[in-house]
């Protein structure tokens, strides 16, 4: 079974259910403008996340993968989003999870 995924905003409204991990921590990394990119290491040993705010310079980030293949790398990094407490950036849950948590409210 593929774990679904349910992306939160900083307000607390619903970006999206159903997601694939990729697709949700892509919904985090773009939220409010930004941009992301993930890119080979100079020494060509793993891939490291960089993000941008609307514009700004690019911004080496502490999320990096050893994978030898970049999908792997990707697959890393995307989980590493995901599971990450990054302020002013939206959050995710499994779409299991925030059903249960929306079933207690009712």
């Given at each position: 079974?593929?774990?679904?995924?349910?992306?939160?905003?900083?307000?607390?409204?619903?970006?999206?259910?159903?997601?694939?991990?990729?697709?949700?921590?892509?919904?985090?990394?773009?939220?409010?403008?930004?941009?992301?990119?993930?890119?080979?290491?100079?020494?060509?040993?793993?891939?490291?996340?960089?993000?941008?705010?609307?514009?700004?310079?690019?911004?080496?980030?502490?999320?990096?993968?050893?994978?030898?293949?970049?999908?792997?790398?990707?697959?890393?990094?995307?989980?590493?989003?995901?599971?990450?407490?990054?302020?002013?950036?939206?959050?995710?849950?499994?779409?299991?999870?925030?059903?249960?948590?929306?079933n207690d409210d009712a």
């Amino acid at each position: 079974m593929t774990l679904t995924f349910t992306v939160i905003a900083p307000t607390g409204a619903v970006i999206g259910t159903n997601l694939s991990a990729a697709i949700a921590a892509e919904e985090i990394l773009t939220y409010d403008g930004r941009e992301y990119e993930i890119r080979q290491e100079h020494d060509g040993d793993g891939y490291r996340l960089w993000s941008r705010d609307q514009g700004r310079p690019w911004q080496k980030t502490v999320v990096f993968s050893l994978a030898d293949q970049r999908s792997a790398a990707e697959a890393e990094i995307f989980h590493a989003v995901l599971v990450a407490d990054w302020p002013g950036h939206p959050d995710a849950m499994t779409d299991d999870a925030y059903n249960a948590i929306d079933n207690d409210d009712a």
